[in-house]
């Protein structure tokens, strides 16, 4: 099992770079660097980080095709490996449709839009040349590594093109029913592609709000539930049970940014529903079982908690037990 | 500062720490100032935090994002 951290940059460089100091510290492997148009630039942020964390490996996760063409995509993982080779992962995924819409772009047969996006920046990446009926491009320069191409998904059919094409998976979930959902959809989409499971890198993309104190856990990551119900298509909703009259007042809410209204009414179970709420020990417990699913990779994912310095601590006591577990095998 | 240069070396780390802990927890750390930001990074990444200079530059920052979670925490620590 490989530990990485979600670092948003919506926060100050500086303070990631301390974050990521505190990564390095706990045991964790990696960072993932999500990326929203509203935020500091994942990428340039990669470059930074990559150059102040010599053993850690960094994943941009993840880039749409709508925003960033393939060529872009291709020369960032190319530029990329120049400065961290084999130290850099790429994500590509279909994108928020909420934030697409507000920058003007319909996000429009993703699937596709995503598998051939994947098609181009790999072919790039290996041969430094893509062509087709449409499009001739090339690199005028060659990527110093091989960088594996991780796609996020979270619907079903993404999920099934990941296991078909992706050199690993970000699975947007926290909730263990659908990330063992998940997991048969990823195998089947393999399966199609004669690929085996164990081939693929499976990374369980979970938000975490860990503190003894289950009131300020849930406080911490009702936003981060919030975004969570209000982004998820129908199918989600479904499957949750929840009530779709209260998703929309959430949706409502969110639009106008009350967070003290935001506390009243997103339910303790639909926080819980979409978001890890314990303590290190539930924590350890729920990556078992994530590991008995198959899942190879755990991203603990923002808030953390309600005291971040704390929670990225308790994230290390997890690490380390289950370091400490490989060791005794 | 001087209640900070009374205190033990014990309970020293335990005020720069809960001050760490309000500025990486604040959601309004882009108020803080880049110079004094850069700063407590360099330091922390050294492990030179925890000493007077690390205490001064925290407390800048932590009044500039939290100052009311600063203030509580200071009347409840020193």
């Known amino acids: 099992m490989r530990f990485s951290l979600e670092l948003v940059p919506n926060n100050p460089l500086w303070k990631l770079e301390m974050i990521g100091s505190i990564a390095e510290s706990i045991g964790v492997n990696g960072l993932w660097l999500s990326e929203h148009p509203d935020n500091r630039s994942s990428i340039l942020t990669a470059c930074h980080l990559l150059k102040t964390f010599p053993r850690l490996w960094i994943g941009i996760g993840v880039l749409n095709p709508y925003m960033f063409h393939p060529l872009t995509i291709a020369q960032v993982a190319g530029t990329l490996s120049e400065i961290a080779p084999r130290r850099v992962y790429i994500g590509v995924g279909a994108g928020d449709r909420t934030s697409l819409e507000k920058a003007g772009i ?3 047969h993703p699937l596709e839009r995503v598998e051939r996006c994947v098609k181009i920046v790999r072919e790039i990446l290996r041969r430094g040349f893509y062509e087709d009926e449409e499009i001739c491009i090339r690199l005028n320069f060659r990527p110093r590594s091989m960088v594996p191409i991780y796609v996020g998904a979270q619907g079903r059919r993404m999920l099934r093109l990941a296991g078909r094409i992706g050199d690993g998976v970000l699975v947007n979930h926290t909730n263990l029913d659908l990330l063992r959902l998940a997991v048969d959809e990823v195998r089947v989409g393999a399966e199609e592609a ?17 503190s003894e104190d289950e009131s300020k856990a849930l406080k911490a990551a009702a936003p981060y539930s919030a975004y969570i119900i209000c982004g998820a298509g129908r199918e989600f909703i479904e499957r949750l049970g929840m009530d779709p009259k209260i998703v929309e007042d959430v949706r409502r809410i969110l639009r106008v940014g009350d967070w003290v209204k935001l506390y009243q009414a997103l ?63 | 500062m001087s209640k900070y240069l009374e205190l033990e070396e014990e309970d020293r780390r335990k005020l720069i720490d809960g001050i760490l802990e309000i500025v990486l927890s604040s959601p309004n750390s882009d108020l803080v100032p880049d110079e004094v930001g850069w700063k407590i990074s360099n330091k922390f990444r050294s492990r030179k935090l925890y000493n007077l200079d690390g205490f001064k530059l925290l407390l800048q920052a932590a009044n500039t994002c939290e100052p009311i979670k600063l203030k509580k925490f200071l009347e409840g620590m020193i």
Not at chain 1, 194 to 210: C, M, N, V
Not at chain 1, 303 to 327: C, Q, S, Y
Request: hydrophobic letters at 40%; proline letters at 5%.
């Open chain 1, 106 to 108: 319909r996000r429009i």
């Open chain 1, 194 to 210: 004669s690929r085996r499971l164990d081939e693929l890198d499976l990374a369980a993309y979970l938000t975490i709000s860990i």
């Open chain 1, 267 to 329: 339910p303790p179970d639909y926080i819980k529903a979409t978001t890890f709420i314990g303590g290190a020990e539930e924590l350890k417990e729920f990556i078992t079982r994530l590991s008995k699913l198959g899942y190879t990779q755990i991203v603990f994912g923002g808030p953390f908690g309600p005291r971040v310095l704390k929670a990225l601590r308790m994230i290390g006591e997890v690490v380390k037990h289950f370091e400490e577990d490989i060791n005794r095998e």
